[in-house]
């Protein structure tokens, strides 16, 4: 049965944006899969690890109504149509249990498994909030915090990123318990009409925070347009649903209670001075490479007279140290950082300056800040040397 005729990109496009949750190895064969289903002239490609799964839109022209679905290995597919050249049209042919794949001169047989094998996950139901945003708002707050989350903490629910929505603002949060990223942005919230089954649930609105897993966050960051292209959120009982362009994220909830970040946010500090972040960033790179293969890898850090000095150590007793000229004639700061938590900060702020907070008080935590963004704080504790 001819399954589908289509230009090269049209379907390696839906079919990269997809790709990025399936596991190389994994105890359920069929995950390696995507499901391939065309409903006329419409194809849509859906992979799936379980607690994420993305679903992608192609069209193909002069489709006869055809209803058919199936399974193929996504890593061969992607290789063989990356392979190909990019003019020319691709023939999928189903034959059996196998998969004829045509273009040009060059022919390829894939092994397929039958759709109704392919795990799909719960289509979202009992939506209780939802809004609308900017993709590139949206990227850019993911941008600003997914470095301060947790990887493989024991404390799951520091694995992700809180969404907190209050009224027609949106919170992201990001922490690993030694170091919190927060920003916030305004959004258009949509009317959610409450359905019968929350009402024999006796649930009421859902909580308006939820933790999204570590991978939803990595995939948003990455399939996002940078484009004002406005993104539908849909929250619903333990699952949330993006929807942009042509693609549907559905993904599980992390089950939890995310750290009260207002109250970490909302320490004062006394003074406040701006650096190039260029400048810093590359003197925090120089400093670093001494302790690179340390466990710790410590910074001591001291603000005085005008001057910044930066230095690390080693075990083996050897060190570095840079100075820099900033803006600060007040009493000595004499903090102890991680050079990890400041270099990610830097990579990922991308304007010309940061603003530093700091008190002379022992153990107060850094804050630093971006100009022009007053609802975006890093929040970074200092350390013991």
Known sequence: MQLLTAERDDLLKPLLMGSGIVERRHTMPILANVLISRNGSNVTFTTTDLEVQIQSETQIDNAEPIEASVTVNIRKLLDILRALPSSGAVNFVLDGSRLNIQSGRSRFVLQTVEAEAFPKLKELQDVVHEFTVPSNRLKHLINMTHYAMAHQDIRYYLNGTLLALEGNVLHVVATDAHRLAH??????????????????????????????????????????????????????????????????????????????????????????????????????????????????????????????????FNSEQENAQEELEVDYAHELVDLGLNVTYLQEFLQNAKSHTVRWSVSPQMNTPLLLGVPGEDSFQYIVMPMRI
């Open 183 to 312: 920003h916030a942005t305004e959004v258009t919230p949509v009317e959610v009409v409450q359905t019968e089954t929350l009402g024999e649930l006796n649930a009421g609105p859902a909580p308006a925070e939820i933790i999204l897993p570590r991978k939803t966050i990595l995939e948003l960051q990455r399939m996002l347009p940078d484009s004002d292209e406005i993104i539908r959120v849909q929250i619903g009982l333990g699952q949330i649903r993006f929807l942009f362009g042509s693609v549907e994220l559905i993904s599980k909830l992390v089950e939890g209670k995310f750290p009260e970040y207002k109250r970490v946010i909302d320490v004062q500090h006394e003074h406040h001075f701006e650096m190039d972040r260029e400048r810093l960033l590359a003197s925090l790179v120089r400093v670093a490479i001494v302790n690179a293969h340390e466990k710790l890898r410590s910074a001591k850090i001291q603000i005085q007279n005008n001057q910044m000095s930066v230095s690390t």
